[in-house]
């Protein structure tokens, strides 16, 4: 997609699609690329730059207002020193910007950063902004929120999302939320110092309001985490793991997909999840510039469901063999050793009590 880093976008309202990353230069300052699709993702074309003089610009982050205006957040920081979340504007599907307001700061010698801002429109034309804030003494990270009701202009008070209780050293960040299909909101995050960066959840009836625990553990997923609400009302998350989850129950249980999408395991590469069409979803991940992976999304399956395995194909795909000598011949799976002890497994680490 791009030579960058940390890859997001926004669909337009003239139905192309707008991409951020990161440029590095070599002994300049980072700042903000942007890109434009006219072929539902596959292809990308130069089409701005966005940069702050003495400023490093990282997690770009957009997002396209009912009025077809396109906005762009960012940490904007000259480290140790400022900390901002500035937004711009866009009226021409991101040809030209021009600075529009800022969501937070942090100034002085020595203060907590703000980063990874998170823009979700919500309900009445509200838009709300997400991001990691280091700025409260006591706590070494939270994740904080703030409401524009004038489409990103001004922001309200900030609001306290996840916090360790009491204060202390664990790093709840890199939040990402989605709208799901009975009407609330998941927002999902890491937590440094958690396991190897534990993604969780919180769930919110209306995008504001939000418990005050350090939420609910997503299995198998580890650092910078990604969500997405299908139109069937699906939920999919990945993150730094590499592997894709889905939840059909919204979020009360996990799956993996195997195989996974990438065969790198993990690595912090900051993916994202887009639906590009009713039945496609677009994968993101950084590694050596902004990739991109398409998949085709499977009918929904009913639960409980049938487990079985007729093996007519001939072979025993996706069992993992312990010893033994295996054969499959017209139909039946055999263990074809008398001298020695054999197994073969298939299943799941979700799979819960049932009938066989």
Known sequence: VS?????RMTQLTNGKWLSVSTAYPRGQKTFLRLYVSSDGTSNWQHLSDVAENGRVL???ELTTLSNGVVLLTMRSLIRSNS????????????????YLSNIDSSEGANVGGLWEPKFFPLPNGKLAAFYSNEAHPG?????????S???GASWGNEIWVVAQP????????????????NGNYMLVYEIVRLGNADVYYQISTN???????????????HAGPFIATLPDGRLLVTSCENQVSFSDDFGASWQKIDPPPWKFGFFLDWPAIYLVQSNQVALWVTRRGVWSALGTLSPRMEWPRKFTADFSSGTDINWTRYGGKFAVTNGVYCLNDAKSYGKALIGDEFWSDGEL
Request: net charge positive; hydrophobic share 25%.
């Open 3 to 7: 030579g960058g880093g940390g890859g």
């Open 58 to 60: 990282d997690n770009g």
């Open 83 to 98: 900390y901002r979340l500035p937004v711009y504007e866009s009226t021409n599907n991101g040809e030209s910007w021009r």
């Open 139 to 147: 706590y070494s990270q939270t994740i904080s929120e703030r409401i």
């Open 149 to 151: 009701t004038n489409n």
């Open 166 to 181: 009491g204060g202390g050293r664990l790093r709840p960040g890199m939040p990402q939320i989605c709208r799901m299909a």
């Open 207 to 221: 995008g504001v309001d939000w418990p005050a625990t350090l939420g609910i553990h997503i299995p198998c997923q």
